[in-house]
C-alpha cells in the first residue's frame, strides 16, 4: 500500500489567508482542492510539500453565478458534478458540461473541483508511477531526475497536458481570476498555460485561482469529443473542443483547441481562420480537419500508440464539426471511442 508521505495541513477560511500562508510557507507549500490529483501523486513521491494549504473550507469558492446571456462566473471550488449539472452550463456551454462530466468516475467528480482540473499536473508514462517504478528507471527530469526519457537529447520535459475541461474553457474563451500578494489578475486561459510539461502553469506560486468566467453564450455552439482506452474512466490522450459563433448558416468565429496532444492546449488557429466566413458544408469540415490535425503532434508518453492519436485528431475534428452542423456523425470513418 502506498502511504502519503508527511505534511503539515492548513484550513484557512479565507482566500486572502490562504494567499498569506501560501506566500510565508514558500516552495514547499501547495493547494489542495479536491485532492483527487494531488494526493495520488504524493503517494507516489511525484510531490513532497511540506505545507499543504486546502481550500475546501473557503466559503465563496464554489458556485455559479451570473447567466447565459450574461456570461457565467463558476467558482474555482466547484465540483465537476455540480459543474456538468448546472443548468445554464448543461443548456448554453454543453461542451463544458460533457468535458466536465467525462472526468474520471462519478465519485471523483463530486470531490474533484473545476480549479483542480483547470491546474491538473500533466502527464506522462514514466512519471506517472510508483517511486520504485521510477527509481529503477533512474528517474526522470519532471522529478528526481536529470533527463527526458521520451526524448533523451531534449532540454525540456514533454509531459501531457491532460485536463478534460482546459481545451473547453480555452475554446469558449473563458477569463480565470488569479489572487495572489501581488493582488488580483484576469487573464485568459490560454495566457494560464505554458508550452513546458514540468512549468506548464504561469500561475505565481502564492496565487489562488478564485474563479472562471465564461462570455456571454450569445448563440454559440459548443461540443467536445474525447479518446481514450477505457469509457467507464481514463484520463483523455486526445481532446477536441470546438467552439462556433454562428450568423445564420455562416460561421462568424470559429475556435478549435486540442487536449492531450501537447504539454498546453493546442488552438488550432489556422483551422478556425479557415471556417470563419464560409458555410459549414461536409467538403468545409473535411478540409478544416486536416488543417486541425497538424499542430497536433503526440509523443509516445501516453496510452494508445502516437501515430493513431495524430491519426485520430483528424477524424474527431471533423466529427465534432459535423455535430455542430447537424450532419450525421460518420461512423466508418476509423474512429473508436467518442
Ligand atoms: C483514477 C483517476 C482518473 C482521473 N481521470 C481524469 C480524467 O479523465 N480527466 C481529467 O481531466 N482528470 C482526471 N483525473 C484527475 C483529477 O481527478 C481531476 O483533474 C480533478 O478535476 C482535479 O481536481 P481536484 O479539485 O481534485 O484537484 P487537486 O488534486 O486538489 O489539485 C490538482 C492541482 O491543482 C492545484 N489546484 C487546485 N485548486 C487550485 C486553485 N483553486 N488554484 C490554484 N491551484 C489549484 C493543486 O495545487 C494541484 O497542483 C483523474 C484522477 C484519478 C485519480
Ligand atoms: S516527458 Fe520526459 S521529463 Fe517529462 S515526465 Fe516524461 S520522461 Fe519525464
Known amino acids: 500500500m502506498m502511504r502519503l508521505p508527511p505534511f503539515e495541513y492548513r484550513a484557512p477560511v479565507s482566500v486572502a489567508d490562504a494567499v498569506e500562508l501560501m506566500g510565508d510557507s514558500g516552495p514547499d507549500a501547495m493547494l489542495v482542492a479536491g485532492g483527487t490529483d494531488l494526493y495520488p501523486n504524493m503517494k507516489r513521491r511525484q510531490f513532497e510539500p511540506r505545507v499543504l494549504v486546502g481550500l475546501r473550507g473557503i466559503r465563496g469558492l464554489a458556485g455559479v453565478r451570473g447567466s447565459a446571456a450574461a456570461g ?85 520535459c514533454w509531459a501531457v497536458s491532460s485536463s478534460d475541461t482546459a481545451p473547453v474553457l480555452w475554446s469558449l474563451g473563458a477569463m480565470v481570476t488569479l489572487v495572489g500578494r501581488g493582488g488580483e489578475r484576469r487573464i485568459p486561459i490560454a495566457a494560464l498555460y505554458r508550452d513546458d510539461g514540468i512549468a506548464y502553469l504561469s500561475r505565481r506560486p502564492d496565487e489562488v485561482l478564485t474563479e472562471i468566467a465564461l462570455p456571454p453564450a450569445d448563440g454559440v455552439r459548443s461540443v467536445y469529443l474525447k479518446l481514450r482506452r477505457r469509457g467507464s474512466f481514463d484520463f483523455p490522450v486526445l481532446g477536441v473542443a470546438a467552439a462556433l459563433r454562428m450568423d445564420g ?23 478556425g481562420a479557415l471556417l470563419a466566413g464560409e458555410r459549414l458544408t461536409a467538403e468545409r469540415i473535411e478540409e478544416a480537419a ?25 477524424v474527431f475534428v471533423a466529427r465534432a464539426l459535423r455535430h455542430l452542423a447537424g450532419l450525421p456523425v460518420l461512423a466508418d470513418d476509423g474512429g473508436a471511442t467518442a
Open 72 to 156: 457565467l462566473a463558476i467558482g474555482s471550488g466547484t465540483t465537476l458534478t455540480a459543474t456538468a449539472a448546472h443548468p445554464e452550463v448543461a443548456a448554453h456551454y454543453p461542451a463544458l458540461a460533457t468535458a466536465a462530466g467525462l472526468v474520471s468516475t462519478p465519485q471523483l467528480r463530486n470531490v474533484g473541483t473545476l480549479g483542480g482540473n483547470v491546474c491538473v499536473d500533466t502527464r506522462c508514462n514514466y512519471y506517472n508511477q510508483s517511486y520504485q517504478w521510477r527509481k529503477a528507471v533512474n528517474f526522470c527530469m519532471k522529478k528526481d531526475g536529470e533527463i527526458c526519457l521520451v526524448a533523451p537529447g531534449s532540454p525540456r
Open 249 to 271: 448558416p455562416v460561421v462568424r468565429e470559429a475556435r478549435i483547441v486540442l487536449g492531450a496532444v501537447a504539454s498546453l492546449p493546442r488552438d488550432c488557429v489556422e483551422a
Open 290 to 314: 486536416a488543417v486541425a490535425s497538424r499542430p497536433s503532434k503526440p509523443l509516445d508518453n501516453t496510452d494508445l500508440t502516437h501515430p493513431y492519436r495524430k491519426k485520430m485528431t483528424r
